[in-house]
């Protein structure tokens, strides 16, 4: 092809077609591959050369820029033979050292972010305190995607390095909550198994720095925490400290500013609550499924102001307070063949006259309180599902669950039978029967559970909170 004249500057046909070969060349090939990258839902560079037909519109458009850069440096050397070729060529060089420098910036914001977390980290596991205030100012909100102050945050707490949570809360950008939103974040996920040292029923929610500052050893971690929580960490707070049977922890909260209201309609994921407004009545619910004695007795004596202040749901057909004591009883019963601390709790309902009524409920809503019970399945060895979907009053509703201890509990505390003769006979009857293999089988193997008896080795078995928060505070920390 023969070259243009120096002082010419009009364009030969070759140049042209050079210039014009890359827009063709990006017009056919970004379409195609947009089509094909909706369909097979994103294409790699990897996938696109493994087929020759995908690989020809890339080859294609390579071939076009290689062949525009040859033309431009052709065009300077015949335009300025001394330096022309040298400084096209150094200008390529510098455009594509842009355009690499431009296209790993992700790549460096990503090291720089994981330098960062790590020398937080790092930080956060030693006790230079000075050394990880410095970490916090040189990390951002965001040290990386799953690494963040807030739980930084948490797992300080937890481990009860009181100094620098404090120095985080001063130095993070933004609020910092207790609650963690992010399941998981235990520093020791093994640990999957936890109960509540006072009543040894299970803790529901995830291990999190609100948990640690009511529960665990130092209680000056608990006081710089929960004066820097907002109002729903206090919400969250005052029902751990209301299902861990915590009278002190709850008045401390309450006077906090934390909403009783709120609290107890909080719930977890596979624990259905039967009241979606808050109550009296489900505030008891809540009492009764955590057995918080020790909370029930200081609200109806030092704190009764707080359960008077409830809107009420008594006398309106959906059962009273030995009703709900009758269900909830009779289903633990039911399933461990225990009544673990529902009997102080049903005293402590007995000596409050406004909430040891009996009244039946009536029909209809007692078809819908006298569920079948957990174990189901051995019902009919102790009472025809006919037979207890009709009953209403708690002496009834504990019948129904197929439990025996809390039949006679009800009885001996002088609860009526609220129904017929006929059927006074037949719970008198129940009373006398031995209860059976099955049954006996089944309630042993749910303890063996709770005792951690079938843990699979290697795995911890069930631990008291406390506990487990007193160990986290003082074994060593991560290398």
Same mark, same amino acid.
């Given at each position: 092809?023969?070259?243009?004249?120096?002082?010419?500057?009009?364009?030969?046909?070759?140049?042209?077609?050079?210039?014009?070969?890359? #827009?063709?060349?990006?017009?056919?090939?970004?379409?195609?591959?947009?089509?094909?990258?909706?369909?097979? $839902?994103?294409?790699?560079?990897?996938?696109?050369?493994?087929?020759?037909?995908?690989?020809?519109?890339?080859?294609?458009?390579?071939?076009?820029?290689?062949?525009?850069?040859?033309?431009?440096?052709?065009?300077?050397?015949?335009? @300025?033979?001394?330096?022309?070729?040298?400084?096209?060529?150094?200008?390529?060089?510098?455009?594509?050292?842009?355009?690499?420098?431009?296209?790993?910036?992700?790549?460096?914001?990503?090291?720089?972010?994981?330098?960062?977390?790590?020398?937080?980290?790092? %930080?956060?596991? $030693?006790?230079?305190?000075?050394?990880?205030?410095?970490?916090?100012?040189?990390?951002?909100?965001?040290?990386?995607?799953? @690494?963040?102050?807030?739980?930084?945050?948490?797992?300080?707490?937890?481990? $009860?390095?009181?100094?620098?949570?404090?120095?985080?809360?001063?130095?993070? #950008?933004?609020?910092?909550?207790?609650?963690?939103?992010?399941?998981?974040?235990?520093?020791?996920?093994?640990?999957?198994?936890? @109960?509540? =040292?006072?009543?040894?029923?299970?803790?529901?929610?995830? &291990?999190?720095?609100?948990?640690?500052?009511?529960?665990?050893?130092?209680?000056?971690?608990?006081?710089?925490?929960?004066? @820097?929580?907002?109002?729903?960490?206090?919400?969250?707070?005052?029902?751990?400290?209301?299902?861990?049977?915590?009278?002190?922890? &709850?008045?401390?909260?309450?006077?906090?500013?934390?909403?009783?209201?709120?609290?107890?309609?909080?719930?977890?994921?596979?624990?259905?609550?039967?009241?979606?407004?808050?109550?009296?009545?489900?505030?008891?619910?809540?009492?009764?499924?955590?057995?918080?004695?020790?909370?029930?007795?200081?609200?109806?004596?030092?704190?009764?102001?707080?359960?008077?202040?409830?809107?009420?749901?008594?006398?309106?057909?959906?059962?009273?307070?030995?009703?709900?004591?009758?269900?909830?009883? $009779?289903?633990?019963?039911?399933?461990?063949?225990?009544?673990?601390?529902?009997?102080?709790?049903?005293?402590?309902?007995?000596?409050?006259?406004?909430?040891?009524?009996?009244?039946?409920?009536?029909?209809?809503? =007692?078809?819908?309180?006298?569920?079948? #019970?957990?174990?189901? &399945?051995?019902?009919?060895?102790?009472?025809?599902?006919?037979?207890? =979907?009709?009953? =209403?009053?708690?002496?009834?509703? %504990?019948?129904?669950?197929?439990? &025996?201890?809390?039949?006679?509990?009800?009885?001996?505390?002088?609860?009526?039978?609220?129904?017929?003769?006929?059927?006074?006979?037949?719970?008198?009857?129940?009373?006398?029967?031995?209860?059976?293999?099955?049954?006996?089988?089944?309630?042993?193997?749910?303890?063996?559970?709770?005792?951690?008896?079938?843990?699979?080795?290697?795995?911890?078995?069930?631990?008291?909170?406390?506990?487990?928060?007193?160990?986290?505070?003082?074994?060593?920390?991560?290398?």
């Amino acid at each position: 092809m023969k070259d243009t004249d120096p002082q010419d500057t009009l364009l030969t046909p070759y140049e042209g077609r050079s210039i014009l070969a890359v #827009p063709i060349a990006l017009l056919i090939a970004i379409p195609l591959y947009r089509v094909l990258g909706s369909l097979a $839902g994103g294409l790699s560079l990897a996938g696109i050369f493994s087929v020759w037909w995908l690989a020809i519109p890339a080859l294609l458009v390579v071939a076009a820029v290689l062949n525009f850069i040859v033309m431009t440096i052709r065009r300077a050397d015949s335009s @300025y033979p001394s330096r022309g070729f040298w400084a096209a060529l150094l200008i390529w060089i510098l455009i594509f050292s842009v355009a690499h420098y431009i296209s790993t910036a992700d790549e460096r914001r990503a090291a720089a972010t994981a330098q960062r977390t790590e020398a937080i980290k790092l %930080a956060a596991d $030693g006790d230079d305190l000075q050394a990880f205030q410095t970490a916090v100012k040189n990390c951002r909100l965001h040290c990386d995607r799953y @690494y963040t102050f807030e739980v930084l945050y948490n797992q300080l707490a937890i481990r $009860g390095k009181t100094s620098f949570v404090k120095a985080l809360q001063s130095g993070a #950008p933004g609020h910092l909550g207790a609650i963690d939103p992010y399941p998981a974040r235990r520093d020791d996920p093994k640990q999957k198994r936890l @109960y509540y =040292c006072a009543t040894g029923t299970w803790v529901q929610h995830d &291990v999190n720095g609100l948990t640690a500052a009511l529960f665990g050893p130092d209680p000056a971690l608990r006081q710089i925490m929960l004066d @820097y929580a907002k109002p729903d960490e206090l919400n969250h707070g005052l029902h751990y400290a209301i299902r861990a049977d915590a009278p002190e922890q &709850v008045s401390d909260l309450l006077k906090r500013g934390a909403s009783l209201e709120q609290a107890m309609l909080i719930h977890y994921k596979g624990n259905h609550r039967r009241f979606n407004e808050p109550s009296d009545m489900a505030l008891l619910d809540l009492l009764l499924d955590a057995q918080a004695v020790k909370v029930l007795k200081w609200l109806l004596t030092d704190g009764r102001s707080h359960f008077d202040a409830l809107p009420t749901t008594r006398d309106q057909g959906k059962g009273n307070a030995l009703h709900l004591w009758a269900e909830s009883a $009779g289903r633990n019963e039911a399933a461990l063949g225990t009544l673990d601390g529902y009997l102080p709790i049903l005293d402590l309902l007995l000596s409050a006259p406004s909430l040891r009524t009996a009244t039946p409920i009536d029909a209809e809503a =007692c078809r819908t309180e006298c569920e079948p #019970p957990v174990m189901r &399945v051995f019902r009919p060895s102790i009472v025809s599902t006919l037979e207890s =979907c009709q009953q =209403c009053g708690p002496v009834e509703i %504990a019948w129904g669950t197929g439990a &025996v201890g809390s039949v006679k509990a009800l009885l001996d505390r002088g609860v009526p039978i609220t129904q017929d003769r006929r059927r006074e006979r037949m719970i008198l009857a129940t009373l006398k029967k031995p209860v059976d293999a099955a049954i006996l089988k089944a309630q042993e193997a749910n303890q063996g559970f709770r005792r951690g008896d079938y843990t699979k080795p290697g795995e911890p078995k069930p631990r008291c909170l406390d506990a487990y928060l007193a160990e986290q505070a003082t074994r060593p920390q991560k290398d």
